[in-house]
């Protein structure tokens, strides 16, 4: 058990529609960084938190937004899903204020199937 | 940009062999790299980091081998067991970057 835990797990839903991706980090980190792992691919960053602000971002769509909320936890929203999207959402905190240099802790993901 | 790849998507060995996961880089900023180990339906997993500052570097039956003239790195897993079986990914990450880059991941099967 990494200590990120994600909600949901699972989530099924159609084209057009909106999501949110909830993220609990691990206790004391202060970093959430958001990944895409799309079928038999590689995981594409997407966009870094630390303590609330936006540190770094990666490849999201403009439909894609996320925040960290003042207890850290972290939310990615995703909207006018299309089928593209479908993939498994990884959530990773670590301490690290600014670059990397030490372990992401992974959650265990989120799979969103777009139908 | 950084770019993080891996010269093989699937590797099978027998258990009790070394295995040998291999990763090349383009960035010749990057100077830290990690390997992280997913299993089905789980998040990745550490496995080893290792700085730029070093060729080398050591686990508990894994070892990190780096060598930046050819901007190449890779993982040798020591007396394969079938608990190993995976996708290992590595990872970069640049001097003044605070994300890590990750290659596309090895599918490592062990046979019994």
């Known amino acids: 058990d990494s200590g990120v835990t994600q909600t949901p797990k699972h989530l099924i839903t159609a084209t057009g529609q909106r999501v949110t991706l909830r993220c609990s980090p691990r206790s004391g980190d202060l970093s959430v960084y958001w990944y895409q792992q799309s079928l038999d691919q590689g995981l594409q960053f997407l966009i870094q938190y630390y303590n609330g602000e936006e540190r770094a971002k990666g490849n999201i769509l403009e439909r894609f937004s996320a925040q960290q909320f003042p207890d850290l936890h972290s939310e990615l929203n995703l909207s006018s899903l299309e089928l593209g999207d479908s993939a498994l959402y990884f959530c990773?905190?670590?301490?690290?204020?600014?670059?990397?240099?030490?372990?992401?802790?992974f959650g265990e993901g989120s799979r969103l199937t777009v139908l | 940009g950084e770019s993080v790849g891996l010269h093989l998507p699937t590797l099978s060995v027998q258990e009790g062999d070394n295995s040998i996961i291999n990763c090349a880089y383009s960035n010749s900023a990057s100077d830290y790299f990690i390997w992280y180990k997913q299993e089905s339906g789980k998040g990745p997993q550490f496995i080893i980091d290792i700085r730029s500052n070093m060729d080398k570097r050591q686990g508990q039956r894994v070892t990190v081998l780096l060598n930046k003239t050819v901007k190449h790195l890779s993982l040798q897993i020591a007396a394969t067991q079938p608990g190993d079986s995976a996708v290992y990914f590595c990872?970069?990450?640049?001097?003044?970057?605070?994300?890590?880059?990750f290659g596309e991941g090895t599918q490592l099967t062990v046979n019994p």
């Open positions: 990773a905190s670590s301490v690290a204020v600014g670059r990397v240099t030490g372990e992401l802790f």
């Open positions: 990872a970069g990450s640049e001097t003044s970057g605070s994300r890590l880059t």
